[in-house]
């Protein structure tokens, strides 16, 4: 089946320091792969995208390449802020006979200190 | 301008009763779905339509029961509820039900406490 795998969190970091959190996904096609974005109390949101291998993402400073070898999407920042402060979720998309099905991993909670 | 809108955004009830939540989108797109997530922020999806028709439904109990009176709404009605049924409740939309990195945009989620 389908499946996406994030770093577990909290992940506690300093105002301008590089964020990493890790993402990889099993599959049985060929998926197109997305970073979504939670912030207290709200939704999600898009934050980038990548639909086919080698893409990169990237939006508002955050960026993650779609790695087809290591199948792995991982996502990076170089210095991040306290507004960056949410909860970070991977998701593959595969097309099924009935439509799109978006799969999640569990999220990562991203906590920026002053 | 809320693309996609949510009612109401709590809902704290009994258990045993019956509740809708209602789900909105102003974009024009085909699709729409419902998304819960649990406390641990897991999301999985549970339905999905495509213009009034359902195309995606994941083993959700038959007390769970969706309805679109057209393509710019999906509602999502909930019969004798659980304890276990407590979570928050996605909307979401996309242009369309099938291609190659379709974006689901989300609405702010209605939060369900039964008590």
């Known amino acids: 089946g389908n499946s996406v795998t994030q770093m577990e969190g909290p992940v506690t970091l300093s105002e301008e320091a590089f964020l990493t959190i890790n993402c990889t996904y099993t599959?049985?096609?060929?998926?197109?792969l997305f970073w979504y974005v939670q912030y207290p109390g709200e939704g999600l949101q898009l934050l980038l995208k990548?639909?086919?291998?080698?893409d990169k993402g990237s939006n508002k400073g955050f960026e993650a390449t779609y790695r087809k070898e290591t199948t792995s999407f991982h996502l990076e920042k170089g210095s991040v802020q306290v507004s960056d402060s949410a909860v970070y979720f991977c998701?593959?998309?595969?097309?099924?006979?009935?439509?799109?099905?978006?799969?999640f991993g569990t999220g990562t909670q991203l906590k920026v200190e002053l | 301008d809320t693309a996609v809108s949510q009612t109401p955004k709590y809902l704290v009830t009994q258990m045993g009763n019956d509740k809708s939540i209602k789900c909105e989108q102003n974009?024009?797109?085909?699709?729409m779905y419902w998304y819960k997530q649990d406390s641990k922020k897991f999301l999985k999806i549970m339905f999905s339509?495509?213009?009034?028709?359902?195309?995606i439904n994941e083993t959700v109990p038959n007390r769970f029961s969706p309805k679109s009176p057209d393509k710019a709404h999906l509602n999502l009605h909930i019969n004798s509820l659980e304890l276990g049924d407590s979570a928050v409740y996605f909307c979401?939309?996309?242009?369309?039900?099938?291609?190659?990195?379709?974006?689901?945009?989300f609405g702010p989620g209605t939060r369900l406490l039964v008590l």
């Open positions: 979401a939309s996309s242009q369309r039900a099938g291609g190659l990195g379709e974006t689901q945009y």
């Open positions: 599959a049985t096609g060929y998926p197109s």
């Open positions: 990548a639909t086919k291998a080698d």
């Open positions: 998701a593959l998309l595969i097309l099924t006979g009935g439509g799109n099905k978006l799969t």
């Open positions: 974009l024009g797109h085909d699709t």
């Open positions: 339509y495509n213009n009034k028709e359902l195309i």
